[in-house]
């Protein structure tokens, strides 16, 4: 294909697209604006399939406890699980992960970003928030978190944040925690979740509990660890490991087998809720999730972060070991599904964990609203030791659900009630919102899926921010005691921070109507440090260290409080939200689309050129042979709003643009917006243009059509009519013999009349004679004329003419005669009109002009004085043609043009012989006949004409010699 | 032709044919803008219109060329329907001569020799029913001979104006050819196809 693509094409498609390559012509936001269009077009047609899908197969490998299977592709070798296969399961739930889905969403979220309401309507949703910060334990055996998940009362999705969730030793800050710890709780909250309301008592929740004590049994006695690990300071981290310590012994005591089991499972789950938050991404951002709790993230993890390979081939060697193992589990959790299967459960279903030494998140949503939840990424921001190590940061989880983007920060502040600890909280928020970063893969790019937290839509921050009451310890105390909240609150750092715009500057906190979280003696009711003398601890000055915050137009807070769970040395605190998303109704927009179809149609429309034609018949009046007319205006108006470019075109498109007895000035060009441009139209007929007597058969009418193409904006026709006055040029001499009335009144059926015996001559009579009886008929009046007004001996200056140089005679140089030298064209006019018109000719008409005439009348025939079959012999042998010149012709001649050329040669004979003595000369002569009596063809090229001038020179000089 | 697009949209160029006063401007002016004048100024070229319709998950654009109906300019008409994918034949139901010419437009492009054209017989000015001389029979009947789509249409009350473009857009995609290797398709027709790669739009 060509790259041009202006000049207009046949099949007229291409007509639309020159525009798109003068920018000039179509306003960028308009091309822009198209293309969005042509997008918008595309991702149409896949929309009714999206919409019109089944839901994704909601699969058992849904279920994190099933996930914990994860082990078949394991067992054949793999061993890590690479991120292709984190896609292509992640894949098993977002099929509508196409080229086409994607390419609807990126128009939906980008391109028809801002029109969002116009194609969605909200759905409602809530959010149960909870937060705890577990003092580095594990869930003691019958904890139950149905309070803390509000479970009888239901939310839609569940973000559960964790601090502390394994204790902040050296061991788990700098090498990590496999997600042992995590995955305990994990489990928790799944059966918390999908336990309730089923009837306790059932048969499939006996073997559930089965299931849960294997899940547990490692579990040193369920026993609180005296004297958790004080987090608060990181000299105290030593002294956790070695608790730690003694812990592993247990552990591996307590039966390396089952501990090996239910690392293997649960570190599969955690990998696996990994490779979801990081499954929309190809190259997914972490490949394994219990790893990612290193320390830090990103960039700063560089050089400190442990591969934990090793780790993870050593626990699936023992999981391979221990297959039975494995198979209970699996029947668990088969047992599981089939609970759920008879409805006696809710589903759901885990869609993000993620974990950085001690804090740690996870997402849950109802299973139904699974398939509506894309893009899940998390992040890890590590502001502890040096300022990026894991044990005081946050991680946070990013994720699309509908069409609302939602983002749960999690995190654990800097502790201590020093003076400018609270600053230093406040530093760690910014900190964390600076460079919490939600890798984006290009198309969620293009989706414009936010990368950072502010970029959310919804925001809530959860997490032990750690801010203590600014007040006396005996005060807080006080008012604890009284239940005076509002006094406290009024010295809580969190708010005088926020009041003084240095932290969560436009988040909102709700209404604090429940008791410092912080800090119990665990297993108590009692604040650390009511009793200082009796317990000897470090005196701990109650504080609302554990929050929840949000921001987002979309969000209500319905519920803020704490659940009173004594594992830990907090309480932890729980938030409901009801929100909102934005749902695609998929009638709105379809609609929204049509019209934005329509205003790309109507734009494309407007931005096409606008333009009218007047007249739209030109009257060119009567038309002379020869003589062009005076030429006639043509307007093209710009009635559009852009520059129009046009063109006059051929009807079959390869042709000339007009007829080519019709001269039209510009033939293209270019017309501004508002402006006119005439173009100029004027016509000339002769022999070489136009079939004159088909003119004439048409009564005269000459008539032809512009086809004005305006590029981008439509055909014109342009018709163009003009009244022939017939001349003896250009007719048959068969034709014009046989009208004796001058030619001007010559009509159609004169013409249809008169003539036709040429045919008759041939086929009657043979030989000479029959040339000598047509001699008479065939020689036309006006040739007469012209031939006598020559022989004049007064107008020997024709003669005189021809003895100038070669091709001066027609030319009319010679300056002998004033009057009529100013323009040859117009003299030979007036000849021409006399003869058409039987008038006399014009006064003082020279011999030359008479000449000029007869070569003009000579050349106008449409069949040639001398035939093409003598053409060709003299071109096929010239040497033999040459010699044989007069019987050549005398046998080559058409019987009607026998006379004609008789008397031709006879005068021209006789003016030879007249101007000799003058010095003409037949070679001249022969020069401006042989341009006239073999027609048009090769006039041009030099040798043959040299051959024509020199046939014919032998035929005059046959003449004159005879 | 029907031009596939990026992501399987068409481009069709489309031709309304019929005699002067049928009533081709009015349906397309109806179809692309919705208005109908009683009085439509006679059309002397070729106006180029385009407007968009999605169908069936395809997304057609047509790129329409209302024609003259006069029979003066009746030699232009090649230049429009060559290369089309779809036309419109168009007469006037209270017209038996414009009813007359409208099977000549017909046999006319069935002897042009795309054997993929779309073409629908479109018996316009319905809401004339008073002054009906083609009846519906006739129009059908000879539809029905000639495989052609054929419907009654009235610009001004806009009845089934929408539905000849919808089911000519429908139409398109199993009208449309497949893709011929390149380097076999050298004749006339083939060199006046437009190549989508610098075409496209996107």
Redesign the interface.
Known sequence: ???S?RKP?????????PI?HQGNRWPKRQARM??AT??I??A???L??WVGKAAPQAGSNDSPSSRGALGSPKKEGTTSPTSAEAQSRWDNDQEEESPRTL?RRKVIRGELRELRSEFTDTLDLSIHVATWNVNGRRPPDGLELDELLDVENPADIYVVGFQEIVPLNANSVLIGDMGEAAARWEALIHETLVAYPADKESGGMEAQKNADEKLRGQEPGGDLPEGGPDSEAADDAQRGDDERGVENEEKKGGGAKAGAEISRGEDGRGNDAAERSSGGLPNGGSETGGTESAVGTGPEADGTSVDSTDLIETLEADWHADASAKEKLDRVEGERDLRAANGATRRYVQVASKQMVGVHVCVWVRKEIRKHVRSVQTSAVGVGLLGVLGNKGSVSVSLLLHESTLCFVCSHLTSGDAEGDESRRSGDVSEITRRTYFTRSLAEQQQNLPATIGEHDQRIWLGDLNYRIALPDEEVREAVKKQDWETLVESDQLRLEQNAKQVFVDWQEGKIDFAPTYKYCPGTDRYVGTDPIAEGEKRRTPAWCDRVLWKGDYLTQLKYGRAELRTGDHRPVKARFATKADVIVPEKLEAL??KL??K??AD??NS?PVCS?SP?IVHLGDIRYGVPTPPQPLQIHNNGAVRAEFAFVD???SGPPCPPWLTVTPLKGEVAAGEVLEVSVSARVDSASVDVEAVIERENALEG?L??RVH????????VTGNYLPSSWGLRLTKLAAFSEPVRGLTRVDLGRVGDNDGEVKNAVTGQVSKEVAMGQTVPKEVIRLLDHLMQPEQAGGADSMATKDGDAAKGRSPENGEEAEDPEAAQAAVRESLDTGADFPPGTSGRTALAALFSFLAALPEPLLSKSILTAIEADFATAKREAVVLVEQGLVPSHYGMYELLMTSFAELLNRGAEKGLSSQALASELADVIFGRSGVKEDKRRKQRVQFVKQLLDDRTNL | MATPGAGGNLQAKLVLLGDMGAGKSSLVLRFVKGQFFDYQESTIGAAFLTQTVAVNDVTVKFEIWDTAGQERYHSLAPMYYRGAAAAIVVYDITNTESFTRAKNWVRELQRQGNPNLVIALAGNKADLASKRKVETEEGQSYADENGLFFIETSAKSAQNVNEVFYEIARKLPKAAPAPQPQGLNLNAQGRTQPKRSCCSTS
Not at chain 1, 9 to 17: E, S, Y
Not at chain 1, 712 to 719: A, K, P, Q
Request: proline share 0%; charged share 25%; glycine share 12%.
């Open positions: 294909m060509r790259v693509l094409h046949i099949a007229g498609i291409t007509v639309l697209k798109e198209f293309a042509q997008e077009f595309r149409q047609q896949y009714r399939k390419l689309l049509a179809r329509a790309a149609d494309e429309m096409r034609l739209q009807v079959g498109g059509i086809v004005l981008g904006g439509g055909d014109h026709f342009v018709s």
